[in-house]
């Protein structure tokens, strides 16, 4: 990894991760800081990268590299872990049913995850499944189900949805354009994972030695043997 | 070897150096780029502009930079005194784009009441906006304290103003007193 991408790239992605993910358009517009729920959930997701090998911190933080490279390697951590806050409080919903519903929903889901030791490229395809489906939940399902309604039969039904459901599940109305930079601001998270650093797998064939970052921890060939 | 290939390493070594030394000040200028960043969304976080006039206008106060439009404020006044208050309000609006100012503020604050007082009753909607903005005067104000020295006032203090304000939306014994409509404005 280049010292411009670990020092200017990756924390200004990931704080802009957290700056977009955090604007609010209601009737006035708002910034939500990450929830505390969320911080628990981007530590648990650091974890989680840590151990599939999406992200190897001792290429970012380590006794050997200098002091400023350490500090870069330590705004990469932080600033990760404030933009994985931001992308779940995001994509949960603000009141009711549906927001603890869908934190629980994710906590288990990462837990899951976690439990199942997937390599780099499985968590990243889970994780954006994950966030793909509760920013539909929340975004697209919930927003139909909360905004207002177009038509008298649509307000009508509106009005016997919350009837139904004693009003636990209507959100607060929001713009549209929120909907628009939640999606932009996952879009960013999902890129800024996808360039952080990965474990370095070395391999030796017949006394030469190969390099590869980020490969999966099963290889077909059995002549290949792995180092970590 | 070849003096071409000489030639090249020395291009290929010089031009390593040259990364080499360049990496330490990429690394220093991530570090002031991200602390700067990081500075400036936390304090978006802690003062919820609500407009881009709000965050240049935010930044520039807190270098001591902000001026309010005075010629916009001097329309205020005017206006305020001859008791168009809301237009005095747009005014002074526009003179503190960016809600940095207590004075102007505590005068927004002001019009807010006048516009709402009334010999029989005080107008909620109103007081809540005018209370809202003197406490944000209040919030802007060292120590927060604001004294306009304005003949044309009654009331000099964000204090005063502050208490007028919540007494006109509280709802108490004193507001079925037939003698309030002798009451005088402030």
Not at chain 2, 1 to 15: C, H, L, P, W
Request: proline share 4%.
């Amino acid at each position: 990894m280049t010292a411009a991408r670990e020092a200017l790239q990756l924390p200004i992605l990931f704080l802009t991760v957290l700056l977009l993910g955090a604007i609010h358009v209601a009737d006035r517009v708002a910034l939500r800081p990450p929830s505390l729920f969320g911080l628990v959930m981007g530590v648990v997701l650091l974890g989680l990268l840590v151990r599939s090998g999406a992200l190897a911190p001792e290429r970012l933080m380590h006794a050997t590299r200098s002091r400023l490279a350490n500090l870069n390697g330590l705004t990469v951590i932080v600033s990760c872990v404030m933009a994985a806050a931001q992308a779940f409080t995001l994509v949960t919903p603000d009141f009711g049913l549906p927001r603890v519903l869908v934190s629980l929903f994710l906590l288990v889901l990462l837990l899951n995850t976690l439990a199942a030791s997937p390599d780099r490229s499985r968590v990243l395809r889970s994780l954006l499944v994950i966030l793909g489906a509760t920013f539909t939940l929340k975004f697209v399902v919930l927003a139909a189900l909360s905004g207002p309604a177009d038509g008298r039969l649509a307000r009508a039904l509106q009005i016997l949805f919350e009837g139904v459901t004693l009003g636990a599940v209507s959100q607060e109305a929001m713009h549209p354009s929120t909907g628009y930079l939640a999606f932009v601001t996952l879009v960013l998270f999902m890129v800024g994972l996808a360039l952080l650093p990965g474990r370095q797998i070395t391999r030796s064939i017949g006394g030469r030695s190969l390099a590869k970052i980020g490969a999966p921890r099963a290889l077909p060939d059995p002549d290949l043997s792995e180092q970590r | 070897m070849s003096s071409n290939d000489a030639n090249t390493s020395g291009v290929y070594r010089s031009g390593r150096q040259s990364s080499l030394m360049r990496e330490p000040l990429t690394r220093l200028l991530g570090l002031a780029a991200t602390a700067g960043y990081g500075v400036l969304i936390a304090w978006l976080f802690a003062h919820q502009p609500q407009s881009l006039t709000e965050v240049t206008g935010g930044l520039s106060a807190t270098v001591g930079a902000y001026r309010i439009d005075q010629q916009a404020f001097d329309d205020g006044l005017r206006l305020f005194r001859e008791d168009q208050f809301e237009a005095a309000v747009s005014a002074f609006e526009r003179a503190d784009a960016a809600k940095r100012d207590a004075r102007t503020q505590f005068y927004i604050a002001y019009a807010y009441y006048r516009r709402g007082w009334s010999r029989f009753y005080e107008d909620d909607a109103w007081f809540t906006k005018g209370l809202e903005t003197v406490n944000r005067a209040i919030a802007l104000a060292p120590n927060g304290r604001i004294v306009v020295d304005d003949p044309e006032l009654k009331m000099h203090t964000a204090d005063e103003l502050k208490a007028e304000l919540e007494a006109g939306l509280r709802t108490d014994l004193a507001d079925f007193n037939p003698f309030r409509v002798f009451g005088a404005r402030k």
